[in-house]
């Protein structure tokens, strides 16, 4: 039960500004979701290799020592820099060699996405101050997708906030609740997909990666979503190049779109969006129910 | 957060305004309220309302207020008396169980628009979201843009008006609301039929039309209603339940 | 010649398919149509009954009837209206609709509450001048159908009651068949006369939570900031239930146990759906606590309340107040053993009568019927209504008093033990002369 808020840039006319516009997008979802927040921020993607955001407990973690074990374990470079609890690190090799080695060397460290642009940052306490924790005004990008969360039936915890990453570029922010979860979840962990939370909108993220490890679109996949997820939602998702919103058949859970020339901006209520430039002559409508809205960048 | 009272901003020519980046929802919808015994300020303007809830909501008084920007949820609501116009788009719930006096959207308006509103006139200039009219009692709406899904669910009594098209399930279970359509209809709720549109439609369509400022042929409009179907339990009908 | 035989097979009745169960086969396949009945779950199920208080003796002195003081009085409320609603007894009469009952009916339980200083509740369908009237202190109940909804009223009311549920159907919405839907009754709900009316079961303009918090502010702006905002859900989640009550800004919250009654709804969601009223106490006492909102936030339990023992043991596990309502309408006299004759008529009998949708309520209280209404006299009732009230709290108070202590609100789960593994775990008290508590490390 939430907030959700998404900034989908159509050129590279805002890049610079991404966090700058967003910021206060989120902030504007606080009565929605008091409990935590969070965002996915795509951009400064790296050609080679992975980029990684991991996360540990301990903020006096040394990933200094950590990024040099990688290199010198691993014979590859890393390129990193630390935000509050959260370090990205950006590897010169494959994925799921440094996930592997991470998992098996430092459970201690939590892998928040992976992929080649994603970034997800995500705190329990208000927007605002996840917004100051982690410098959201500074942060530019092609894509951004945020959450405030009003826990309904799993913990209020990092763990339990949004965004939900579960594959590679793949983020999901959530509103609404999901009444067949605990079945699909069962499922999709027979199919290797992994959980880290009960929370319902984790079983959503994992779907659409299993979808998408079928060999779906993105569009495919969340039109194979609409029949098999049952219960109440609005969902945003961001992919490296792409950026959709679809809600369920009966599409209870508010959600509006803005579109201009230079950018498409979602979110639950039209408060969030009353900030952006050129708003007020924005196409602005209400994403119909059982409808899946894609947009993505063929180049970038 | 309140830094003036909303007494000492009148202005002479009567009209009071009330900038919200300055005063408070609270401060606002007070001051609206202190009118609903006597009347001494009639006309009212609020600034910046940047998509705030709960704004002109339980007015009972002939007050003209007008509202310059966005608006979040239940603005007008339970409005009696009251004129109520939005220049910008509004929230889930415009209008919702309005009495009497009217309420016009300049912009669009989200889901629920005049739910279970047992009077007055509401006229949205944009589009209406879903589940507009959803449970009206008697209000008469006119939607200048297209309706979403689930429109006039369970309408109990009173109109509405779509110059555009309507979505999925219009009048689904629907009782007595006169439903008038110009555009298409993607597809029609249990017991929604479309009707014979008689001379005292036309009139009441006409009446409506011209009462909401739109310039639109009564003649290119459909009338939908109740099949009437649904009114007692059959067991043939079980499927729609 | 037939030769005795020896050994005779006894005809023996299958406890799956049991009586009532085949005649509800035969029912449903000569209807074609769901049973619908009034009242909650008539299964056996864990109840207070399982639960007993350790009185004082040694350890704990207990207190002299009549003489020594035992507070009663409750204030609801107090979390942001600006007026909280006091009652003198924690015994307050639950929302049933004017529809489902006659105006007289709803008159006497208005004048029945006011009489101890209690509050009683609206329904389905609108606020009628005579409860208003009668009624020193009326919630006004907001419902997903809004039937007869109006900002006067909500402006009249002492609470505003936002409903989500009741405890007979969790995630239902209401029917009332035509017969009930009079002229009066369909004028109030703008319903044309005699149709099937069908409740919505999720409100109009919001759904969650979330939009609940700004639902629940809205009504607030209306009302200035006055009356108390319950919730009202029927148990089931309960412990998540109420933490998103408190987070979307509740002044109460109401848990209506499964036992609750309702006026009419499916035989199988009555049946089938929800959790036991002793159950869902700890659940919400326990999210209460975990929030700091305990007695901050005040808690009625309604469902199956009879008697002011049933009283004590909701207070002892946490509740502020509770509700009733079919125990209400029994003091009213409805399914009084003098209708016998008739209720047979009607293939029922006193004590089992259901059927309050269909109106025909020989009692005169659950029905329209112009004949009937008058054999029911407001101010009798409203005079049984107080008796019954007063006698709840008496025994409330004695058992309170047995355990020391000066107000109601002082009882504790300590003060209670469980007769049966099933209730020891639903209400998280100890297995009698034990200290165990099944399943204490989970709910």
């Known amino acids: 039960m939430c907030g959700i808020v998404g900034l989908y840039l159509k050129n590279d006319k805002y890049e610079d500004r991404l966090g700058e516009l967003f910021a206060p997008m989120l902030i504007a979802m606080t009565e929605r979701g008091p409990d935590s927040a969070g965002f996915a921020v795509y951009g400064d993607e790296v050609d080679q290799g992975v980029k990684l955001t991991l996360r540990n407990e301990d903020e006096n973690y040394d990933w200094s020592a950590l990024a040099k074990e990688i290199e010198a374990k691993l014979n590859t470079k890393v390129d990193w820099f630390q935000n ?62 945020g959450h405030t969360r009003m826990a ?44 880290e939370t009960e929370n319902d909108s984790e079983v959503a993220a994992g779907y659409l990666t299993y979808r998408l490890q079928q060999g779906d679109s993105l569009n495919e996949a969340l039109t194979h979503a609409l029949d098999d997820l049952d219960g109440f939602f609005t969902f945003t ?56 809205y894609v947009w993505e960048r063929t180049t970038h | 957060m309140s830094t003036k009272s909303v007494a000492e901003s009148v202005t002479t020519s009567g009209k009071q305004t009330v900038d919200l980046a300055q005063q408070t929802v609270r401060d606002l919808n007070q001051a609206l309220h202190d009118q609903n015994k006597e009347l001494t300020i009639a006309e009212w303007e609020v600034l910046n309302p940047k998509g705030e809830h709960n704004l002109a909501v339980g007015l009972d008084q002939k007050l003209k207020v007008d509202i310059y920007g966005p608006v979040g949820y239940y603005c007008a609501g339970m409005n009696k008396e009251a004129d109520i116009t939005v220049h910008g788009h509004a929230g889930q719930g415009i209008a919702e169980n309005m009495m009497s006096g009217s309420v016009r959207v300049k912009g669009n308006a989200s889901s629920a628009a005049g739910a279970t509103a047992h009077g007055g006139f509401l006229v949205i ?16 709406i006119v939607v200048k843009g297209n309706v979403g899904h689930m429109s006039c669910f369970m309408g109990q009594a009173g109109s509405l ?12 279970s629907l009782y007595e609301v006169h439903i008038y359509v110009k555009g298409s209809v993607k597809s029609l709720g249990a017991d929604c039929i479309e009707k014979e549109m008689r001379q005292e439609h036309l009139d009441e369509l006409s009446a409506l039309l011209e009462k909401a400022g739109v310039d639109e042929d009564p003649k290119a409009f459909k009338r939908y209603g109740s099949a009437r179907q649904l009114y007692n339990f059959k067991v043939d009908n079980a499927s729609a339940y | 010649m037939t030769e005795k035989k020896k050994y005779m097979t006894v005809p023996r009745e299958s406890a799956t ?36 208080f350790l009185g004082a003796s040694m350890s704990r002195y207990p207190l002299e009837g009549y003489r020594e003081k035992c507070n009663t009085s409750v204030t609801l409320g107090t979390r942001f209206a600006k007026k909280p609603i006091t ?67 909500l402006r009249k009311a002492d609470a505003i009651e936002v409903v989500l549920g009741q405890g007979a159907k969790p995630g239902g919405g209401g029917m009332l068949l035509g017969q009930k839907i009079t002229e009066r009754v369909a004028k109030m709900r703008t319903l044309p006369m005699g149709v099937d009316q069908r409740s919505a079961c999720r409100h109009p303009d919001w759904t969650g939570p979330d939009d609940l918090e700004i639902k629940i502010k809205e009504l607030r702006e209306i009302t200035d900031w006055q009356v108390p905002i319950y919730i009202k859900v029927g148990a ?188 020891a775990a639903m209400a998280r008290v100890p297995l009698a002369g034990t200290s165990w508590i099944p399943g204490t490390h989970t709910f």
């Open chain 3, 17 to 52: 398919f049991d009586k009532l169960t085949m005649a509800e086969i035969r029912r449903a396949a000569d209807t074609g149509i769901y049973d619908i009945r009034g009242a909650g779950a008539k299964r056996k199920l864990p109840h207070f009954d399982d639960l007993l």
């Open chain 3, 236 to 423: 089931t989640r309960t412990y998540y239930d109420v933490k998103l009550a408190v987070k979307a800004g509740a002044d109460v919250i109401v848990v209506d146990g499964m036992q609750g009654g309702t006026a009419a709804t499916q035989d199988v969601f009555i049946e089938h759906v929800g959790i036991p009223t002793m159950a869902a106490i700890p659940q919400a006492v326990q999210a209460l606590q975990e929030m700091g909102m305990h007695r901050k936030v005040q808690l009625i339990v309604s469902g199956g309340i009879r008697n002011g023992a049933d009283v004590a043991k909701c207070m002892a596990l946490g509740a502020d107040a509770v509700a009733i309502g079919t125990a209400a309408l029994v003091a009213l006299g409805d399914n009084d053993p003098k209708w016998e004759e008739e209720y047979q008529k009607l293939g029922s009998t006193a004590g089992s009568y259901d059927d309050w949708h269909e109106g025909r309520d020989p009692a005169g209280i659950s029905t329209q019927d112009p004949e009937l209404m008058k054999r029911f006299d407001p101010v009798e009732g409203g005079r049984r209504l107080a008796n019954y009230i007063r006698v709840l709290t008496l025994e409330a108070q004695t058992l309170a008093r047995a355990c020391g202590k000066n107000d109601l609100r002082h009882l504790e789960p300590e003060d209670l033990v469980a007769l049966t593994v099933e209730s």
């Open chain 2, 125 to 140: 200039e944009g589009d209406a979201g879903s589940r507009c009219g959803i449970s009206m009692k008697g209000i008469d």
């Open chain 2, 161 to 172: 008006v779509v110059c555009g098209d309507a979505g999925d399930a219009l009048g689904d």
């Open chain 1, 152 to 195: 309904t039936e799993s913990a209020v915890t990092m763990a339990g906030s949004h965004p939900f990453s579960t594959g590679m570029d793949l983020c999901l922010v959530h509103n609404g609740s999901l009444s067949n979860h605990n079945r699909l979840r069962q499922e999709l962990k027979r199919e290797g997909i992994h959980f």
């Open chain 3, 87 to 153: 009652i003198d007894t924690p015994v307050t009469i639950a929302g049933m609709s004017f529809g489902a009952l006659s105006a007289y009916a709803k008159e006497a339980l208005g004048r029945g509450a006011s009489a101890v200083g209690t509050s009683t509740t609206t329904g389905d369908g609108g606020m009628t001048p005579e409860e208003r009237g009668q009624s020193s202190k009326l919630v006004y109940q907001y419902l997903p159908s809004r039937y007869g909804m109006n900002p006067d009223d």
């Open chain 1, 237 to 292: 998702i961001g992919t490296k190049d792409g950026f959709a919103v679809v809600r369920d058949p009966i599409a209870c859970k508010p959600a509006v779109i803005a579109e201009t020339d230079d950018y498409v901006a979602m979110a639950s209520e039209y408060q969030a969006l009353t900030t952006l430039p050129g708003i007020e002559n924005a196409k602005v409508w209400e994403p119909e129910p059982s409808k899946v």
């Open chain 1, 84 to 145: 509050s609890k959260v370090a990205v690190f950006k590897v010169d090799i494959d994925a799921e060699t440094v996930e592997n080695y991470l998992m098996e060397n430092h459970q201690d460290v939590l892998i928040m996405s992976s992929g080649k642009s994603i970034e997800i940052l995500k705190e329990v306490g208000l927007p605002e101050r996840i917004v100051n924790l982690f410098h959201l005004e500074n942060m530019k990008g092609s894509h951004i997708i």
